[in-house]
């Protein structure tokens, strides 16, 4: 049974820093894409970052420099490092397993605000 379960959301101030985790199972996660999105509220979700197996990384371009992807295979867990944080970054995080072999799946969110 696949499962990815984020964690490490919460309030800041802007200018504060957070790191979201997103633990995986029932996968095989050193050979799996993983990426992250978030949801702001009466807004469509939207695409943040990716990490390939290889380590490869990508994000949009409202987070680049301030956001850092990273995978610890071993832990079978996706982070995102995110620094500078602005109230535009308010928003709920998913993470989701980015391969049509392995399925659509994604956690259940965590909730990031950035106060002003």
């Known amino acids: 049974q696949v499962q990815l379960v984020e964690s490490g959301g919460g309030l800041v101030q802007a200018g504060g820093s957070l790191r979201l985790s997103c633990a995986a199972s029932?996968?095989?996660?050193?050979?799996?894409?993983m990426g992250w999105y978030r949801q702001a509220p009466g807004k469509q979700r939207e695409w943040v970052s990716v990490?390939?197996?290889?380590?490869?990384?990508n994000y949009v371009d409202s987070v680049k420099g301030r956001f850092t992807i990273s995978r610890d295979n071993a832990k079978n867990t996706v982070y995102l490092q995110m620094n500078t944080l602005k109230p535009e970054d308010t928003a709920v995080y998913y993470c989701k397993i980015e391969s049509a072999e392995v399925g659509n799946y994604w956690g259940q969110g965590t909730q990031v605000t950035v106060s002003s």
């Open positions: 990490i390939s197996s290889d380590g490869r990384t």
């Open positions: 029932g996968i095989i996660f050193s050979s799996t894409t």
